[in-house]
Structures are given as C-alpha cells and as structure tokens.
C-alpha cells in the first residue's frame, strides 16, 4: 500500500511570513495526526483528526496556526504569521482507526524560518 | 500533565553488545507504543504494550510493559549496525482515542 503522502519536502520562509503543508493518508485511513519535530525532541501532536471532526487539537497554537480535513481525507496544516521557534519537521500520520493502532508517518516537511 | 522519562538520552556501544532503554511515567498508562526514527527518517511503529507485565519479542528485541504500567523497556540483544537511529516511546493514558505522548527518546549509536 502507498504510505502517507507529504509536500513540499522543504521549505524555507521569512519569519512573519505564511506557509501550508499538505498531507495524503493512507488509504482509507481514518485518522490523521499533526506532530511538530524540534531538532533532538520527540513528535508532538498539534492536532488529531477522526474523519473530518478535530478530536485534540489542544495543543495547537490557535493564534497562528490552523488545520482542516474538509472532506476526511487529505489535510492542510497552515502557519500565519510564521515565527523563528517555528522551525521544525511537521509530520502527518494516520492510522486506521482512533483505537489502539499504529501511527504511520510521513517523510515529513521541513520547515526553516530565517 | 503527562510527564513522560526515557533513558538514557544517549547510548554509543559496540556491535554485539546489548542495549536498553527505558521510559517512565508519573501515571498510569493504558498501554505504549515504541517507535523508531533512523538519522533523518520518520517514526517507525515497533511494537504496543497493552497489558500488565507484558512482555513481547521481536528477533532481537524484546519489550516489556512494568505490572504497574507505569514503565516500560525496549532492549535489543547483540547490536548490529542497522539498529542505529532514535527509540521513542509513545505512553498512552486514559481513553484509547487520546493522544500519544513522545519521549525525548534514546538515540542509538553503534560502533562496527
């Protein structure tokens, strides 16, 4: 099966600047996972979807950054304005269900905010 | 909130010798993922730790899930190089939707 699909791979920005990255699930997958990677830490979830409804997303800075999954399938994670401490790999995962099951990951995007 | 320990945050060992690493909790879990993340890679499901002194093998690894499910350990018999990269623990508690918490992780290094 095709994995989780990311782009861009990269992407360099000036701080107060936007940007958006795009995720592909799995197929038929029915959650998905937004996690910020800093540099030497462990991914931390931003924001949980099941379907199309948000399930966690309590750890999302909601002044600047947003996400949607309009119709339970592909997602968009945005940032605006964009900050330095921004910096970071954000990746997406899914996993079939919410209950129990293994996350699987995307490449993920790099992200550098100069 | 969640306080999530893995140690050791570092670990540099020679080809052949075993490893271990550890994740502890403040709470209780209701079950644990492990993960890897080869240099430069994504995470990489391993294995989840469900019931109570768990214990589940896979080739050389070997996990376990402590009685209190507060603890849990990874420990990798006989290193090889292709074990390099960072293990992540991923505790859960209370409801199976809520979220996974990431330990800082223990990254790996094996000398040939």
């Known amino acids: 099966e095709a994995g989780v699909a990311q782009s861009p791979r990269y992407k360099i920005i000036e701080k107060r600047q936007s940007v958006a990255f795009w995720c592909n699930p799995i197929?038929?997958?029915?959650?998905l996972y937004w996690y910020q990677q800093i540099l030497g830490q462990g991914p931390k979830l931003l924001i949980q979807?099941?379907?199309?409804?948000?399930?966690?997303d309590s750890q999302l800075p909601k002044d600047r950054f947003s996400a949607e999954r309009l119709k339970g399938v592909d997602s968009t994670l945005k940032i605006q304005p964009a900050k330095l401490e921004d910096s970071a790999v954000y990746l997406c995962?899914?996993?079939?269900?919410?209950?129990?099951?293994?996350?699987?990951f995307g490449d993920g995007t790099r992200l550098s905010i100069l | 909130g969640q306080q999530v320990m893995q140690i050791p945050q570092y670990q540099h060992v020679q080809e052949g010798e075993d490893f271990t690493t550890y994740c502890n909790s403040s709470?209780?879990?209701?079950?644990i993922q492990w993960y890897k993340q080869r240099p430069g890679g994504h995470p990489v499901f391993l294995i989840q730790?469900?019931?109570?002194?768990e214990v589940k093998k896979q080739k050389r690894l070997t996990f376990q899930f402590g009685e209190a499910k507060k603890n849990s350990s990874l420990h990798i018999t006989a290193t090889q190089t292709t074990d390099v990269g960072t293990y992540f623990c991923?505790?859960?508690?209370?409801?199976?939707?809520?979220?996974?918490?990431f330990g800082r992780g223990t990254q790996l290094t094996v000398w040939p």
């Open positions: 995962a899914s996993s079939p269900g919410g209950s129990n099951q293994p996350q699987h």
């Open positions: 979807f099941q379907n199309n409804g948000v399930v966690d």
């Open positions: 197929s038929g997958h029915a959650t």
């Open positions: 730790l469900v019931k109570s002194g």
């Open positions: 709470t209780t879990l209701s079950n």
């Open positions: 991923a505790p859960r508690r209370g409801s199976t939707l809520g979220r996974l918490y």
